[in-house]
C-alpha cells in the first residue's frame, strides 16, 4: 500500500474507533504529517487527501466499510471490531491490519510486511 494511503486508512481507523474529528495525523517512519479533512461517521466517509489532491469516500455495508480511492480508481474494505482494524486494499490485492490505542495507531502492511505508526 502506498504510504499516502496508508496514512489515509489510518486515519479513518483512528478516528473511527477513538470517535475523533483530527485533521491530520503523524507518519513516524515518513516523519511528517499528512493534512486530510473531511467527514468521518459511523455511516458515511468523505475525506480528502491533500497530499494526494484526491479523495476517499465509503459508506458501511454490512459490518464493513468499502472505501473508494479516487487516486487509484480501486476500493478498499475496512472492517472495525473494538480497536482493532483490518481489510483488503484492491489496489494492491493484499490485507492489512492494525490496532488504534488512543491517539496511537499501530498498521501492519502485508505489502511491506512492516508495521508503520502514526499518531492522531
Same mark, same amino acid.
Given at each position: 500500500?502506498?504510504?499516502?494511503?496508508?496514512?489515509?486508512?489510518?486515519?479513518?481507523?483512528? &478516528?473511527? *474507533?477513538?470517535?475523533?474529528?483530527?485533521?491530520?495525523?503523524?507518519?513516524? $517512519?515518513?516523519?511528517? =504529517? #499528512?493534512? *486530510?479533512?473531511?467527514?468521518?461517521?459511523?455511516?458515511? *466517509?468523505?475525506i480528502?487527501?491533500y497530499?494526494?489532491?484526491?479523495?476517499i469516500?465509503?459508506?458501511?455495508?454490512?459490518?464493513?466499510? +468499502?472505501? =473508494?480511492? =479516487?487516486?487509484?480508481?480501486?476500493?478498499?474494505? +475496512?472492517s *472495525?471490531?473494538? &480497536?482493532?482494524?483490518?481489510?483488503?486494499?484492491y489496489? $494492491?490485492? +493484499?490485507? #492489512?491490519?492494525?490496532?488504534?490505542?488512543?491517539?496511537?495507531?499501530?498498521?501492519y502492511? &502485508?505489502?511491506?510486511?512492516?508495521? #508503520?505508526d =502514526?499518531? +492522531?
Open positions: 500500500m502506498k504510504q499516502s494511503i496508508r496514512a489515509c486508512v489510518a486515519f479513518i481507523a483512528g &478516528n473511527l *474507533i477513538e470517535k475523533q474529528d483530527s485533521e491530520r495525523i503523524y507518519d513516524y $517512519t515518513a516523519e511528517e =504529517y #499528512f493534512d *486530510i479533512s473531511g467527514k468521518i461517521e459511523d455511516s458515511e *466517509i468523505k480528502y487527501d497530499s494526494r489532491s484526491c479523495e469516500t465509503g459508506k458501511l455495508k454490512d459490518k464493513d466499510y +468499502l472505501l =473508494y480511492d =479516487y487516486g487509484t480508481g480501486e476500493d478498499i474494505r +475496512l *472495525i471490531v473494538g &480497536n482493532k482494524f483490518g481489510g483488503y486494499d489496489n $494492491t490485492g +493484499l490485507e #492489512f491490519s492494525g490496532t488504534v490505542d488512543g491517539n496511537q495507531i499501530s498498521f502492511d &502485508n505489502e511491506h510486511e512492516d508495521y #508503520f =502514526y499518531k +492522531l
